[in-house]
T-cell receptor, first 116, second 115 residues
Framework: GNSVTQMEGPVTLSEEAFLTINCTYTATGYPSLFWYVQYPGEGLQLLLK?????DKGSNKGFEATYRKETTSFHLEKGSVQVSDSAVYFC???????????????FGKGMKLTVNP | EAQVTQNPRYLITVTGKKLTVTCSQNMNHEYMSWYRQDPGLGLRQIYYSMNVEVTDKGDVPEGYKVSRKEKRNFPLILESPSPNQTSLYFC??????????????FGPGTRLTVL
C-alpha cells in the first residue's frame, strides 16, 4: 500500500541554520508528493508540492525535489527563521490505489523549533 | 475570504453523549474529508466525501458517522463518544479528490476531550 516515512523529531535549530527533513515513500505508480506545515494553533496548509519525478517544489525559501530513484522528497531550507517554527508533514496522494480511495497519506509529522 | 470553518473549536464531553462537529467550506469544493491527529500517529483519515450524498470510509471510521446533504457542509457525528476518541480533528476540502493533485484546505481544528 501507500505509506510515508519521515523524520519525527522534535528538532531544535538556531536561526539561520540549515534545515533538512527527510521523507521517503512507498507507493505503486506515480504519486504526487506534498509538504504541509502546521503553525501553532492552526490547521495544516500546503507548503509545496511536486506531481512527477524530478519536479522541484518551492515556497517561502523551502525546496523539495521528487526523486523517484530513491523514493524521496526531502524538505530543505538554507536559513531558517524563528517564524518557521511549526510541525511539518510529508504526504502523498496516488491515483493508483486499491478501491479508488481518495485520500492523502501523511507521515507522522516533525516538530521544528527555531531559536533566536 | 475562502475558508473552511469548524465548530466548536474546543469541546469537553462525557462518554456516551452524542455530539456533532460541524464543517463548512465556501469554495464550492466537491471533496471534503475528516482527519484526526494524535501524537506519534500523524493525521489519519476518518471519512471522506467525493460529492453530495457520496461518502466513504477512511482508515479509522469506527465510532464515527458523516453526512453530505449539501455541498458546503460535512458534519462529523459521534453517536456514543468514548475516551479513545479524544483527539484533534480537522476537516479539509479540495476542488476534487487528492488523486487529481489538488491542494487540500484545512479548517482550524476541533480539540475534543471525552471524559
Amino acid at each position: 500500500g501507500n505509506s510515508v516515512t519521515q523524520m519525527e523529531g522534535p528538532v531544535t535549530l538556531s536561526e539561520e541554520a540549515f534545515l533538512t527533513i527527510n521523507c521517503t515513500y512507498t507507493a505503486t505508480g506515480y504519486p504526487s508528493l506534498f509538504w504541509y506545515v502546521q503553525y501553532p494553533g492552526e490547521g495544516l496548509q500546503l507548503l509545496l508540492k511536486a506531481t512527477k519525478a524530478d519536479d522541484k517544489g518551492s515556497n517561502k525559501g523551502f525546496e523539495a525535489t521528487y526523486r523517484k530513484e530513491t523514493t524521496s522528497f526531502h524538505l530543505e531550507k538554507g536559513s531558517v527563521q524563528v517564524s518557521d517554527s511549526a510541525v511539518y508533514f510529508c504526504a502523498l496522494s496516488n491515483s493508483f490505489t486499491q478501491g479508488g480511495s481518495e485520500k492523502l497519506v501523511f507521515g507522522k509529522g516533525m516538530k521544528l523549533t527555531v531559536n533566536p | 475570504e475562502a475558508q473552511v470553518t469548524q465548530n466548536p473549536r474546543y469541546l469537553i464531553t462525557v462518554t456516551g453523549k452524542k455530539l456533532t462537529v460541524t464543517c463548512s467550506q465556501n469554495m464550492n469544493h466537491e471533496y471534503m474529508s475528516w482527519y484526526r491527529q494524535d501524537p506519534g500517529l500523524g493525521l489519519r483519515q476518518i471519512y471522506y466525501s467525493m460529492n453530495v450524498e457520496v461518502t466513504d470510509k477512511g482508515d479509522v471510521p469506527e465510532g464515527y458517522k458523516v453526512s453530505r446533504k449539501e455541498k458546503r457542509n460535512f458534519p462529523l457525528i459521534l453517536e456514543s463518544p468514548s475516551p479513545n476518541q479524544t483527539s484533534l480533528y480537522f476537516c479539509a476540502s479540495s476542488p476534487s479528490g487528492p488523486s487529481s493533485y489538488n491542494e487540500q484546505f484545512f479548517g482550524p481544528g476541533t480539540r475534543l476531550t471525552v471524559l
